[in-house]
């Protein structure tokens, strides 16, 4: 057992939690009774350099979890249940997110990273925001530090031994220092390279939140009522995008591992991470409105504190175990929601008493705003954007009420949608409806001086185009024997008024010689978004459908029946414009590119081992000889399944997978995605035999043969055509003094497609072997039982199981693309605003355009 390491590592965390408090102690000193960049010079200097002791103790503590999972040092519990010695690399990276006290060190050194950003920066604000940002450090580390403290536990330590946390396995009584082999793994639904890399990005953006929020706070405590929000603005639209960009990873992830269909499931945990999103982006366009215009300042504090209490909120819901099973996400429950409500309460009183006490002070607009204003459908806009925020959290919030008041002894009748997606969406739809419009609006009037007649000539051609798209749009629809509802008519012509809105803005400002507008690309990206959910949610195409007229299971619905088609292996089967074959089971064999066909593997009783039967060669190149060994990773079953376009003659392969997985339910189907440029075709399995289960084979029935007899199989014939030598065997290495004989099978199978079989007789050392030989597509097996070399007979076994089988979903996702790209633009958007706020004050401000489109503006609203 190695204590060292892990010792370092809770010395580290005591260390960086008393840093921690000292720096925020520190901080608060400096900024106390001073004038805002006029700090005490002693004091800042004992707040920096405890924010720094702070950050080198969280990268020790960082070291020392990675080192205890990369080295495999099992006697810490992190380790052995959330890694195991077959892990890649990356994956192994993964493992230190897995858990909650790895997912916390995580945001923990964010906030690092981002407070020393705060330092070069924005140095004269550095006092008052690092002592909020070292405040909740403080808490933050509280989370992970483990002690006990008057019979009371704070936090849960990464670093705690396997003996110490189960401790009642009777083998510490014999073996205490007892280290396991091998640790229990990382869920395998999780080794996926999203989980490198959306974990990450998720809690960088809710890393950034903590920004706003702390100089929202910071200028109510130093009474700096307006001049917070520059600084504030760049950060924010950063935590905007990097959130966006990782909900939306998180959301691509979901629509390549899991089975639903879809990309969003509304689940609790998924709502969560949302809704605070939603909030951002809101107090981002009231910060602009402020910073541009001088209004909405009430609302800009409201909303960024709004913004954080909701990623606190968001933090008790995933973590205090309080949704219990309603959510796949969410984390085991570590006795942590006491801490968990003190943070969240500690934070939210924090801010309502500074706003309480100083709201009268912030200023207001006397500005009247009427229908020609921008400002008013900004911040219409930013009204949507809560009011969409509340649906989705007072809904999700139901398993908090029940046991609020379950606590007081009350039992209520309350429980989640059970259609979670119906119910959502139909109520959201209307939200993206109102966001596509008002994107457009607010944006185009933004850029202009707006009244009735520049109103309409500017929104004229752009509603024109958009009803006239949505038009064709619902033609092609009927022409292809689609209906369409109301509803997702509206949301078509509001996307596409959205797009070509935001469209027009880019254009007019590219001829006037304007800078790019950061709000006009992200707005783009917003339209495609809505335009690639409307298509793919609303207009996936089933292609599986089953035209046979037979039922695949008594026990599929009416429309699971309708909807699947059953594949015997290596029968094609017509699928609307494609013949699809099912070819065989496939191993993901970490050396070898794609994936290697099971009947070229002897499976062995190291599950992750593996005896090649044949040569596994791509093209010329031989990666494994008959007999070597090779690591396999057998979490996945991949199953290929063989496209050919009717038409065309042209042909792809999909790689469908299932896994077993005993903590999501047993076997676990993954879809395999083939990308065009107008549509997905998403192919998943809805059943396959069990692979955890060997199928059945019959008692073997003896027939003697001699060599050119034809024996009868069922529906099937063989020719037995020749005994001869075998110079290879599968999964054994021949020796000087073996004799191996192969017989040499023909079968005729159906449609006149026959298989070669050749079992194995084997003599060594006077002992006799036998290497039966399968052929699946058939269901049969043979064995070389006797030789009889006076009478030249020989015994031939044959046993008979099930064929193998899938049974497949496919459809067409059309237009998702829109999704995935307009993501990347709202991003992409969103970064631009910040890089145009830091080069704006260098620039003079553009001339005013004459005609109808009146004066650009010189900023964009984000």
Not at 420 to 435: A, K, P
Not at 621 to 634: F, M
Not at 667 to 696: C, G, M, N, W
Not at 751 to 763: D, E, S
Request: net charge neutral.
């Amino acid at each position: 057992m190695n204590l060292l390491i892990g010792n370092l590592g809770q010395a580290s965390v005591i260390l960086a939690f008393v840093a921690a408090a000292v720096s925020a102690y520190g901080y608060f000193q400096a900024a106390r009774g001073r004038a805002l960049g006029e700090a005490d010079a002693s004091w800042l200097r004992l707040a920096r350099g405890a924010f720094f002791v702070h950050g080198a103790a969280v990268l020790g503590v960082v070291v020392c979890l990675f080192n205890i999972i990369a080295e495999h040092r099992y006697e810490y519990y992190y380790a052995w249940s959330h890694s195991s010695n077959h892990l890649p690399v990356y994956y192994i990276i993964s493992c230190f997110w897995e858990g909650q006290e790895g997912s916390f060190l995580l945001w923990i050194f964010w906030h690092v990273l981002i407070g020393l950003g705060i330092m070069k920066f924005n140095r004269t604000w550095e006092a008052p925001v690092l002592a909020i940002f070292a405040s909740v450090q403080a808490f933050l580390v509280s989370m992970i530090l483990g002690v006990v403290v008057g019979g009371t536990k704070v936090g849960s330590s990464p670093f705690i031994l396997l003996r110490d946390f189960l401790t009642d396995l009777p083998v510490w009584k014999t073996q205490p220092d007892f280290v396991p082999k091998d640790g229990t793994g990382l869920n395998a639904l999780l080794q996926n390279y999203w989980m490198v890399i959306h974990p990450p990005t998720l809690f960088l953006g809710f890393a950034l939140t903590l920004v706003p929020f702390a100089f929202a706070i910071a200028g109510l405590w130093k009474k700096e009522l307006t001049t917070w929000v520059k600084p504030a603005l760049p950060w924010t639209s950063l935590g905007g995008a990097v959130l966006g960009v990782g909900i939306m990873m998180g959301a691509y992830w979901a629509y390549e591992t899991l089975n639903f269909g879809g990309y969003w499931n509304w689940d609790p945990v998924e709502n969560a991470v949302f809704i605070p999103w939603l909030v951002l982006i809101a107090a981002l366009h009231g910060m602009v409105l402020w910073q541009k215009r001088r209004i909405g300042l009430r609302t800009s504090f409201a909303l960024v504190v709004a913004t954080f209490v909701l990623v606190l909120y968001a933090t008790f819901l995933t973590r205090s175990g309080v949704l219990g099973s309603a959510s796949v996400h969410s984390f085991t429950d570590l006795g942590l929601s006491g801490q968990l409500l003190i943070y969240l309460g500690f934070f939210t009183v924090l801010a309502v008493v500074l706003l309480v006490r100083h709201w009268k002070e912030i200023p207001i607009s006397e500005k009247e705003l009427n229908a020609y204003s921008p400002e008013l459908w900004v911040f219409v806009g930013a009204t949507v954007l809560c009011l969409a925020a509340f649906q989705v959290v007072f809904t999700t919030s139901i398993p908090v009420y029940k046991a609020f008041l379950g606590f007081f002894g009350v039992k209520a009748n309350l429980a989640l949608p059970a259609d979670q997606v119906s119910f959502y969406t139909r109520i959201q739809l209307w939200s993206g409806v109102l966001i596509a419009l008002l994107s457009g609006i607010g944006q185009v009037m933004w850029w202009q001086r707006n009244d009735k007649a520049s109103v309409i000539n500017a929104f004229a051609p752009t509603v024109m185009l958009a009803l006239l798209g949505t038009a064709l749009g619902v033609l092609l629809l009927r022409y292809f024997g689609h209906t369409i509802t109301l509803p997702y008519a509206v949301l078509l012509a509001a996307g596409l008024f959205g797009l070509l809105a935001n469209f027009s803005t880019l254009f007019g400002l590219w001829r006037r010689g304007v800078t790019l507008s950061g709000g006009a690309v992200a707005h783009v990206g917003i339209a495609l978004m809505l335009l690639g959910m409307l298509g793919s949610a609303g207009y996936s195409n089933t292609i599986s459908r089953n035209v046979t007229g037979q039922l695949i299971s008594q026990q599929m619905s009416t429309e699971e029946n309708r909807d699947n088609v059953l594949l015997l292996r290596n029968e094609t089967v017509p699928m609307q414009k494609y013949d699809v074959t099912y070819t065989g089971q496939y191993l993901d064999v970490p050396t070898v590119p794609g994936y290697v066909n099971t009947q070229l593997l002897y499976r062995t009783d190291d599950d992750y081992r593996a005896i090649a039967r044949g040569d596994i060669k791509r093209g010329d190149k031989v990666y494994y000889k008959t007999g070597d060994t090779l690591e396999i990773r057998p979490e996945n079953t991949y199953y290929r399944v063989n496209y050919e376009d009717r038409k065309t003659g042209e042909s792809f392969v999909l790689y469908p997978r299932a896994q077993v997985n005993e903590e999501m339910g047993g076997l676990l189907p993954s879809p395999a995605l083939l990308h065009f440029a107008s549509h997905d075709i998403y192919s998943h399995i809805t059943s396959v035999p069990d692979p955890r289960k060997e199928q059945p084979w019959s008692p073997s029935v003896p027939h003697e043969l001699s060599v050119g007899d034809t024996l009868f199989l069922n529906d099937y014939f063989a020719v037995f055509r020749a005994i001869e030598q075998a110079h290879e065997v599968p999964g054994i290495k021949l020796e000087p003094g073996d004799i191996a004989l192969q017989a040499d099978m023909i079968i005729s199978g159906e449609k006149g497609r026959q298989y070669h079989a050749h079992p194995i007789f084997l003599l060594r050392d006077r002992q006799i072997g036998r290497v039966p030989d399968e052929v699946e597509d058939l269901g049969l097996r043979l064995t070389l039982d006797q030789i009889d070399p006076v009478k030249g007979k020989f015994t031939l076994g044959v046993s008979s199981t099930a064929k193998d089988y899938i049974v497949l979903q496919a459809t067409e996702k059309p237009f998702i693309n829109l999704l995935w790209g307009g993501t990347l633009l709202m991003g992409l958007g969103l970064t631009l605003s910040i890089r145009q706020r830091r080069t704006a004050k260098a620039k003079p401000a553009p001339a005013p355009a004459k005609g109808r489109a009146g004066a650009a503006r010189p900023q964009a609203v984000a």
